[in-house]
Structure formats: C-alpha cells, structure tokens
C-alpha cells in the first residue's frame, strides 16, 4: 500500500530532468492527466464506441495522427516546471496555447543564478540563425567573460536597490543569461507542435535540449502517441 503511495506521488510528482550543461536548468513534469487510450476513447466517442484492443487502438492512433485528426489528442494535459534562461523563455513564450505563470523579478529579489555555458558556439556560416560548437573557440576566455559579465550585472543591481530603486525598475541590468522559472500547462496537441518546432537544428541548441527532455517523458506517459508522432516526423 506504502509502495503505490509513493509510486503514486513519484508519477505525479516527477523528478526533475537536467537540461543544460551547468547543472542548475531542469525540466519537471509535476501533474498530467490521461494516457495513451484517451486519444483512443475522445476519437471513437464519435461512433459511441470505446476502447477495442490495444492492436486495433495503437492503429486507430498512428492513424489519426498520420491524418492530422489532432483534437483527440487535446485530451490529454501536462504541467511542466521549468527553469531556463531568460532568451529560453522568450522563445518558449511565443507558444501561446500553453498556459504560463512564472517568478516575478517585481516581487522577489532572491536566488538570482546565471546561464553559464560550458561550451560555447561559433555562428554557422551557411544557417543565418544557427551556431556550431568548434575546436576553434577557446571556452575558457569565452565562460570567464559570462562570469564577468553576470557578477557585474548582479552588483550594479545590488547597488540599485540598496540605493531603494524598486525591484521593478533595477531588474533592467539584469542579463538574458539569468535563470527565470515558471510553471506551464499544455495539452498534448499543442505540446507536440512545440516539440516539432523546436528539436530541430534550425531551433536554438538550448531550447532544443528542453524538446529533447520533453520527448523523454512523453516516452513515459505516453509512448504509443509518442512512437506514431516520431514516426511521422522521422525522429526516429
Ligand atoms: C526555428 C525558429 C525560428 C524562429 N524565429 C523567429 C523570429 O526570427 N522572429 C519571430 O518573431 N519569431 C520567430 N519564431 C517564432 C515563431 O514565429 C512562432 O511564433 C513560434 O514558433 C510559435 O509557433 P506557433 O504560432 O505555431 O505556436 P502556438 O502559438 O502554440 O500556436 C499553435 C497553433 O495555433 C494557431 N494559432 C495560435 N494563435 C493564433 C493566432 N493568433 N492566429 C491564428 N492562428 C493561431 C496556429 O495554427 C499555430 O500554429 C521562430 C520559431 C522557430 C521554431
């Protein structure tokens, strides 16, 4: 009984998947509802049937979602914690069938980390948007001036507030390379478009490492939608 407690609790209140090389991003599934067969039952409630067998209802999914018939996989629902990096978050925000709430840097001065990349990228010379990592860049000098950088940004914000700026207005100095944290609710639909959008190589290396992770837990909650989606995308 103790056992189904705490699997219950770990199902429902996942442990957080490391994103980015410096060990302080991650991205934690708090709650979902539905799995793989309530595509099956939203889709064939049309028919006033059910459920049949998990052959036909894995075929009825690789179906609908080759087809485009996407609504039943409306309902099925996620909520994610995210911590990223502020420039993450821009991108991450433009998908706006997913609900947000996030840290307010108006109310909250607190615990104040900074994006500090172990590797760093050289612009692709061919993908005007892309970047490539290279032997060529020395990531030592690259990491150090970030550092620099983000300890001067985080003094010259001290200085502001102790001199009693508000935090609404002294928070302008703080970098795109701050962490930020919010919690965000999507239905599968819409989670799957975020994901077709942003694995790619034309999305950002960071954002792409958050798609990543996020295909790892659909694996484990919903890997029969999952399998017929990476199929149709060829991400297999
Ligand atoms: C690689 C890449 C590069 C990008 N570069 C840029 C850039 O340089 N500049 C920039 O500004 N943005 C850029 N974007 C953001 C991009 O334009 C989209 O805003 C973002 O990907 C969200 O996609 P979406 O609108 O399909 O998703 P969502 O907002 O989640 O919407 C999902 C779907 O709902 C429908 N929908 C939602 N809202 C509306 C609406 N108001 N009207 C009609 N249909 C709606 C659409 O069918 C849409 O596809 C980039 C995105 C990617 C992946």
């Not at 049937?49 to 080759?66: S, V």
């Not at 200085?159 to 100095?173: D, K, P, S, T």
């Not at 478009?193 to 990543?212: C, N």
Request: proline residues 3%; aromatic residues 12%.
């Amino acid at each position: 009984m103790l056992q189904k407690v705490m699997d219950d609790l770990n199902k429902f209140y996942s442990k957080p998947i490391d994103v980015l090389e410096d060990g302080k991003s991650f991205i934690r599934l708090i709650e979902y509802i539905g799995d793989d067969w309530s595509v099956v039952q939203s889709a064939r409630v049309s028919f006033g049937q059910g459920r049949k067998n998990d052959e036909e209802d894995t075929r009825l999914i690789r179906y609908l979602m080759l087809h485009d018939h996407m609504s039943p996989f409306e309902h099925i629902v996620f909520k994610f914690h995210v911590v990223c990096p502020l420039f993450v978050r821009s991108q991450w925000f433009r998908h706006r069938t997913w609900s947000y709430n996030e840290i307010s840097r108006r109310y909250t001065s607190k615990n104040i980390q900074f994006y500090i990349p172990d590797r760093f990228r050289k612009q692709d010379l061919t993908n005007k948007q892309g970047s490539v990592f290279s032997e060529e860049i020395n990531n030592d000098i690259a990491r150090n001036t970030v550092i620099k950088q983000s300890e001067l940004a985080l003094n010259a914000y001290d200085v502001l507030l102790e001199m009693g700026i508000a935090r609404e207005h002294a928070r302008m100095v703080l970098p795109q390379n701050m962490y930020t944290e919010f919690y965000a609710t999507v239905n599968l639909r819409n989670l799957l478009h975020f994901v077709k959008l942003r694995i790619t190589p034309e999305a950002q290396w960071e954002i792409r490492q958050y798609a990543k992770a996020i295909l790892d837990i659909l694996e484990e909650t919903v890997p029969i939608c999952l399998d017929a989606f990476k199929e149709k995308y060829e991400l297999k």
